[in-house]
């Protein structure tokens, strides 16, 4: 379901995908959104996916696995990367990806406080009261400054 702004989009939607729905119950890492969605167009339209999305979606997958261990990307998240690289071989080295979004992952320069907090923002509701929650990454140094 859309919120109430985001209605007047409704009738792009072809599609949701729900990485909570496609989890099996194994103990396997819950699937990238992104890494969901490639599968998707790979599946139903890979013609769509030109260099300039593959770049994007590759650095999307990449970021969310940038903070886990080389060995815990999934089967699946992994298998997307090789078909976008395949696909695309002048796509830069997963290694300097990688590097650029540790680098800029901590840099708040010309970010507002704003922008940190929304960035990672989840929101849980029981229908009375609604709370959110935000993931901020920074540096002691910066945490000091503020």
Same mark, same amino acid.
């Given at each position: 379901?859309?919120?109430?702004? %985001?209605? !007047?989009?409704?009738?792009?939607?072809?599609?949701?995908?729900?990485? %909570?729905?496609?989890?099996?119950?194994?103990?396997?890492?819950?699937? !990238?959104?992104? !890494?969901?969605?490639?599968?998707? *167009?790979?599946?139903?339209?890979?013609?769509? *996916?030109?260099?300039?999305?593959?770049?994007?979606?590759? &650095?999307?997958?990449?970021?969310?696995?940038?903070?886990?261990?080389?060995?815990?990307?999934? =089967?699946?998240?992994?298998?997307? +990367? #090789?078909?976008?690289?395949?696909?695309?071989?002048?796509?830069?080295?997963?290694?300097?990806?990688? !590097?650029? +979004?540790?680098?800029?992952?901590?840099?708040?320069? &010309?970010?507002? *406080?704003?922008?940190?907090?929304?960035? %990672?923002?989840? =929101?849980? #509701?029981? &229908?009375?009261?609604?709370?959110?929650?935000?993931?901020?990454?920074?540096?002691?140094?910066?945490? &000091?400054?503020?």
């Amino acid at each position: 379901l859309l919120d109430s702004e %985001d209605k !007047s989009l409704e009738s792009a939607v072809v599609k949701v995908i729900n990485p %909570d729905e496609q989890c099996d119950g194994s103990l396997e890492l819950q699937a !990238s959104s992104s !890494s969901l969605v490639v599968k998707e *167009i790979l599946q139903e339209a890979p013609e769509l *996916i030109t260099q300039q999305l593959a770049y994007l979606l590759r &650095g999307s997958i990449l970021f969310k696995c940038m903070s886990l261990e080389a060995d815990r990307i999934t =089967e699946q998240q992994e298998k997307v +990367l #090789s078909i976008l690289e395949e696909k695309f071989p002048d796509l830069p080295p997963r290694e300097d990806i990688i !590097s650029v +979004l540790q680098e800029t992952q901590f840099n708040p320069q &010309g970010v507002s *406080i704003e922008e940190v907090m929304l960035k %990672d923002l989840k =929101e849980i #509701s029981d &229908g009375e009261i609604k709370v959110a929650i935000s993931t901020v990454y920074m540096t002691l140094e910066v945490r &000091g400054n503020l």
